[in-house]
């Protein structure tokens, strides 16, 4: 919702009606995730996109059906129906969409949801999309975190159902992921029947990108592409400059270490924040690290440093103390073989690495690859990522790749023996 938030709450203000559909849940290869929103509006104007195209006008007839009734409505679109090439879903995909219609009588708490949202405050709207009950449906509880449990506002139906619910959100919110929740009837966590959406509105992830160099300059704007609240920072302040880093949310001219053991006091620091640590400076590198990698929580660790940069920082690193568990952590020499020269190229290897971390991707070509090209179920965060980046590198070329590379493989060795020398990674 938080891209047509502005519309919405433009005719909210003015008392207008809106029909606003969401995506509550995807299968295979839907092109939206759940939360993805689009709104009927006033006159019939429609904004957002639930589908990227695939089945926007169906949506459409149907929030203009929902206007008129007042009725919610559940609408499965994909390759199950009959008519999904009628309505344009030719993806392959399962969109469940759930239509309701938004005014202040319906959704009186909307403004105070928009103030949390628009404050960067955690907050999570949940509703109910289906329920054996037709008078349960469109119940919505918002949901807020609190110190000992979470607090809210609202009813969907009982206080079983509300418990049940406000704990597994509360979950949500920390992570800040949407999703839809299966229960019984009354809550029951084993049963079936009520389906809930839990629409989660948290803070942007972090991006703190250490070290005022162009390789910086490319990963925040990747960064911030991305949908992350980037931070520069470096010791150095005719570097670290706002001219320089126009795409970064803030630009801190201070020692690196210092800044993250500060913003991880303060309880900035969580486990959707991401590091990159391009400092390419042992007396930046080392006491930086010695920090992050001993954060409990954190999503992402990165490092840049040719391979001979790598293995004397890793031992300075066991010097210092550091354990072979807190080094696993670490993604050193940072990024996938992707090939990249350039900054930005760079930074897409970068990103490429954070995104396949993230979801469970292997980094492989997907037009080698069978089976389905979305991750949905969000993989468990290991506390060793070695594996996982090992697994990463070795898909980065498909096996075809390899056995042509076979009779180059002395001059590539040459050349990758040779780069050791230079102070830049190539990705």
Known sequence: MREVLPDLLGW??????????TVVGTWRSAPRQPGAAML?????????????????????ELGQEVLDTGTPALQRYGVSDDDAFAVGLTCGGILDIYVEKVSQQTYPEFGDVADDI????????????????????????IVRPAETRPSRSGSLG?????????????GLISSGHSAALTYGPDGERRGEGMRVFAAVFAPRPRM????????????????????YRVTVCDARAV????????????VVVQWPHKYLAKEAEAGRVDERTVLCVLTHD????????????????????????????????????????????????????????????????????????????RWGGRGDRLTATDGPIHHHELPDRPDDVSELTESLADASGSDHDREAAEPNDRASTTRTKEAESSSTDRH
């Open 40 to 60: 009927v509006g006033p006159g019939g104007a429609a904004v957002g996109s639930v589908s990227g195209g695939c089945v926007e006008g169906a949506v459409y």
């Open 282 to 357: 042992p007396k930046f590198d080392v006491p930086l690290l010695e920090v992050a990698l001993r954060l409990p929580k954190v999503a992402y660790i990165g490092a840049m440093g040719s391979r001979r940069t790598h293995d004397d920082r890793t031992e300075r690193l066991r010097e210092a103390g550091l354990s072979d568990g807190e080094l696993g952590r670490l993604s050193s020499p940072i990024g996938l073989d992707l090939g990249a020269r350039t900054p930005e190229e760079t930074a897409v290897s970068i990103a490429a690495e954070i995104v396949a971390l």
């Open 12 to 21: 909210w203000r003015e008392g207008q009606d809106v029909a606003m559909a």
């Open 158 to 170: 009982s206080a079983r159902i509300d418990d049940a619910v406000a704990d597994d959100v509360a």
């Open 118 to 141: 628009e404050a960067g405050r955690p907050v999570a709207v949940v509703t109910v999309v289906q329920h054996p009950d037709a008078a349960f449906v469109g119940r919505r509880m």
């Open 208 to 227: 703190i990108v250490f070290g005022a160099i162009d390789f910086a300059a490319a990963c925040a704007r990747m960064g911030r592409f991305l949908g």
């Open 239 to 250: 570097f670290a400059t706002n001219t320089r880093f126009p795409d970064a949310d803030e």
